[in-house]
């Protein structure tokens, strides 16, 4: 912030209402007051320099949400320059990683759920992240996919409870315990789902969701055979199946 501001380049009814503030923020500090009205006037001159560049087609929304929103020009001076940055960056290209829909779809949605170009960006970036993250969990869980559900399902299948009473359909008691399909529970769409052994519609980033739920605990089962399958990749020479993209099939 400027230390020593240029108190002429400030119109009269803002510096007087700079003053009115100083008094009321610190009415028995006169220390405080001069060291106040340097910090909103230096605010004020601040605001009046930033350069807008891209962002000056959304000028005037920019100032009106900085005085709406915010009480100093201190405060005023870092939203708008925060805004103007975010508006820029908006406006560029797609990361070469990014098709440039997708990208202009995550823009879109965020303009639409916020006003600020700086929770667009925000908004924006967490949409790219999330892109990224499915596409790095495609490709890795996509050539070994049939290997990890059918490990899964060996695991789910080993489940014994020795505190079930069986009885026969007339009646007679056949001894205790009994084996089950534990059932897995993924997240498609924000939402739990539990299955015991339908995969075959879950994409591969909700195939890797699925857990087996433990009361209050959870065992993330199909990450953690992701994890065994890098050891047995890193350790014991195992070559993961090439997907053939032509055919849609592995090697």
């Not at 539990?194 to 433990?214: I, M, P, Q, S």
Request: glycine fraction near 6%; hydrophobic fraction near 35%; aromatic fraction near 12%.
């Amino acid at each position: 912030m400027t230390i020593n501001p240029n108190f002429s380049a400030i119109p009269a009814e803002v510096l007087s209402e700079i003053r009115e503030g100083a008094k009321t923020e610190w009415p028995d500090d006169s220390e405080m007051q001069d060291y106040y009205i340097d910090e909103e006037a230096g605010g004020y001159l601040a605001v009046q320099s930033i350069e807008y560049g891209a962002a000056l087609p959304v000028q005037t929304n920019i100032l009106a949400e900085a005085m709406e929103f915010h009480d100093t020009w201190e405060s005023r001076a870092g939203f708008v320059q925060e805004e103007v940055e975010a508006y820029s960056e908006l406006q560029t290209l797609p990361p070469d990683d990014i098709p440039s829909d997708a990208f202009d779809g995550f823009v879109k949605s965020a303009a639409a759920e916020n006003d600020w170009y700086s929770l667009q960006l925000d908004e924006v970036k967490r949409a790219i992240d999330g892109y990224r993250y499915i596409q790095r969990t495609r490709e890795k869980v996509e050539p070994i996919r049939d290997l990890l559900v059918r490990m899964e399902d060996i695991i789910g299948q080993e489940c014994y409870n020795a505190n079930i009473q069986n009885y026969s359909s007339w009646g007679e008691w056949d001894g205790e315990g009994r084996s089950f399909r534990y059932p897995v529970t993924y997240i498609r769409k924000g939402e739990e789902e539990k299955r015991r052994a339908r995969t075959a519609d879950l994409e591969h980033e909700e195939l890797v969701t699925g857990h087996y739920k433990f009361g209050a605990n959870e065992l993330s089962i199909y990450r953690a055979l992701l994890k065994v399958v890098d050891m047995l990749e890193a350790e014991y020479g195992f070559q993961r199946p090439k997907l053939d993209r032509e055919a849609g099939t592995n090697d």
